[in-house]
């Protein structure tokens, strides 16, 4: 689909050297991420890896970790780096999705509530379609006010907030079905 994209948010090295990392999801993710990817490609839609800077720690330059994750093998049609929660803000990415005539968004990568949700709500203010398949993110407990919200509870809190208003929430299955659909 010459119209659509599917953005690979900060699915990084850098946060295997986090201490809030965890491999509870990572197996799941690493299936649903990939199936979606080998999809969208299949699909003709153009996947765009989207890579989190910062100057100091895992997220620099300069630590070597700025890096897809060991088990993404896909060949990217385009790749920013960000430095802000969203993808689309002083990366370039929304320059290359406006000279391509890009108007649908497929949003998947890490952390479903911070840097994918951020950017599904600023591409759907800019106007684009966004589709969010929180299958395809992954995310980590978090705890303010001493409670904590599991992985769980940020993804179906993620989903609420977006539905309706600011994407389409989808299964990878849902989001490769309609693509197939349009294509028809």
Request: charged fraction near 20%; hydrophobic fraction near 40%.
């Amino acid at each position: 689909m010459a119209n659509s994209a599917l953005l690979v948010i900060d699915v990084q090295q850098s946060f295997f050297h986090r201490e809030y990392w965890q491999e509870q999801d990572y197996s799941r993710f690493k299936q649903n991420i990939s199936r979606l990817i080998a999809g969208c490609q299949q699909q003709g839609v153009s996947v765009v890896d989207v890579l989190h800077v910062e100057k100091e720690g895992p997220f620099s330059l300069a630590s070597g970790l700025v890096a897809r994750m060991p088990f993404l093998n896909h060949q990217a049609a385009h790749s920013v780096h960000k430095h802000v929660h969203n993808a689309l803000t002083e990366s370039g990415l929304l320059a290359w999705l406006e000279d391509r005539q890009i108007t649908e968004l497929i949003v998947s990568g890490i952390r479903t509530e911070q840097c994918c949700e951020t950017t599904t709500r600023v591409a759907s203010d800019l106007g684009f379609n966004v589709t969010f398949v929180s299958e395809a993110t992954m995310t980590f407990p978090i705890t303010y006010g001493g409670v904590t919200l599991s992985s769980a509870d940020l993804r179906h809190r993620t989903e609420t907030v977006l539905a309706n208003r600011f994407a389409t929430i989808k299964s990878v299955d849902e989001c490769l079905q309609a693509l197939t659909a349009m294509a028809v």
